[in-house]
C-alpha cells in the first residue's frame, strides 16, 4: 500500500484528513457513533440512557447554529426520549460557565425525559468535578466524559459491532490515540523547559529543588501550554541538566497541598504538578545552542537530546526525523 502524506505527516487513518482540532475530533466522534450502532448505543447508555431505539430515532447534528444560543458542537437526539449537547475541547480546559449557560436554554427546553449537557476534554475527573461544581444550570444535568472514556466505549463497542463498523471504530480509535499522545512512536518526545535560579514568590523552595529535591515540576492547565507530556527536560545553568519520565499528575489549585513551602492561597489558575521518574542525566554536556534562546520551550525526541552537542541540534534532528517520508 502507498505511503499518503498530508502537511508533512503520515495519514494513517480516513480520520487523520480530517485533522486534529477540536472540531475535527467532533466531527470524527459524530461520523464514528452514526456509522456504528453498538458505539451510539453505548454512548448513550453511558449518559444515562439505556432503553433499546432503533437507527431511525437517532439523529446526530454537529455544528448546530442558533441566533441566541450560539454553535453547538454535536448534538444527539432519540426520539422524544433522550437529548444531550457534547460541547468537546481538545485539552483539558473545561467550557466556561457562560458558554455553557448559552446552551443550557436549548437542553432544558426539549421535552426528552433525558437531557443532558456533556463537557468533554481531557481533564482529569477530579478536576472536572471541582471545574463544574458550581455552576449551576437550572433543568439541565451537567456532567464531564473526556476522551479517554471515549475511547473505552469505541474500544468496547467494537466486539460487538458489523465488519465494517468495526474497521472505522479501529480508526477512529488509532486517531483518537495518536491525537492524546498514547501512540508508541510519539512517547519519546521530550518537552524541554527552562528553570530559573530563583523562587516562586513567596516561596521558600526554590525552582532548581522543586525538580531536584521534590521530583516535581508543574505548569500551567492551558495558556499555551501542552497536555501532559511524556517526558520532561531541565535545562538550567547553561546547559541541559536532567530528563525525567513523567509518572503521573495531578491539577491543583493551591500550591500548599502539595508543597508546605508555598503559601497557603489560591493559585493564580490550576496547574498540572507532575510526579517525575528518576533522572535521566545526559553522557556529556548538552549546551542551549543558538536556537534556544532564554525561556524558550521546545520539544525534541529523547535520543537526539542524549547524542546531540546541543537542544538546537537536536530539535533540527528531532524536525529532520518529523518530515522524513
Not at 471545574?131 to 451537567?142: E, F, M, S, Y
Not at 523547559?193 to 492551558?222: H, K, M, N, Q
Request: aromatic share 10%.
Amino acid at each position: 500500500m502507498s505511503q499518503l502524506i498530508r502537511h508533512g505527516r503520515t495519514v494513517t487513518t480516513f480520520f487523520d484528513l480530517l485533522g486534529c482540532l477540536e472540531n475535527d475530533m467532533t466531527d470524527a466522534l459524530a461520523l464514528s457513533l452514526a456509522r456504528s450502532r453498538s458505539f451510539l448505543r453505548v454512548f448513550v447508555a453511558d449518559l444515562g440512557y439505556s432503553a433499546p431505539f432503533s437507527d431511525q430515532d437517532a439523529v446526530l447534528s454537529v455544528q448546530t447554529r442558533r441566533p441566541a444560543e450560539g454553535i453547538t458542537d454535536l448534538e444527539i437526539q432519540v426520539g422524544d426520549s433522550f437529548f444531550a449537547i457534547v460541547e468537546a475541547k481538545r485539552g483539558s480546559v473545561l467550557p466556561t460557565e457562560s458558554q455553557l449557560k448559552l446552551y443550557a436554554p436549548v437542553v432544558s427546553h426539549r421535552s426528552a425525559s433525558t437531557k443532558i449537557l456533556v463537557a468533554l476534554t481531557t481533564a482529569t475527573p477530579a478536576f472536572a468535578a471541582g471545574g463544574l461544581a458550581n455552576i449551576a444550570l437550572p433543568g439541565v444535568t451537567l456532567t464531564h466524559r473526556s476522551w479517554r472514556d471515549v475511547r473505552f466505549l469505541a474500544t468496547q463497542a467494537r466486539a460487538h459491532d458489523t465488519h465494517d463498523a468495526k474497521r472505522l471504530l479501529g480508526q477512529f480509535i488509532n486517531y483518537i490515540e495518536v491525537i492524546l499522545g498514547m501512540e508508541t512512536r510519539y512517547n519519546n518526545q521530550v518537552f524541554v523547559v527552562s528553570l530559573g535560579a530563583g523562587t516562586p514568590e513567596g516561596w521558600s523552595l526554590s525552582w532548581i529543588d522543586i525538580v531536584e529535591t521534590r521530583g516535581r515540576y508543574f505548569y500551567p492547565v492551558g495558556h499555551r501550554w501542552p497536555d501532559p507530556p511524556n517526558y520532561l527536560g531541565f535545562r538550567y545553568r547553561g546547559k541541559l541538566q536532567r530528563i525525567h519520565h513523567v509518572e503521573g499528575y495531578e491539577i491543583v489549585t493551591n500550591f500548599h497541598s502539595v508543597f508546605p513551602e508555598a503559601p497557603d492561597e489560591p493559585a493564580s489558575c490550576p496547574h498540572y504538578c507532575f510526579k517525575l521518574g528518576p533522572a535521566i542525566v545526559p553522557p556529556h554536556d548538552v549546551v542551549a545552542g543558538p536556537r534556544v534562546q532564554r525561556n524558550n520551550r521546545v520539544w525534541s525526541m529523547i535520543d537526539t537530546l542524549l547524542t546531540s552537542p546541543s537542544i538546537s541540534a537536536a530539535l533540527t534532528e528531532t524536525e529532520k526525523r518529523r518530515n522524513r517520508p
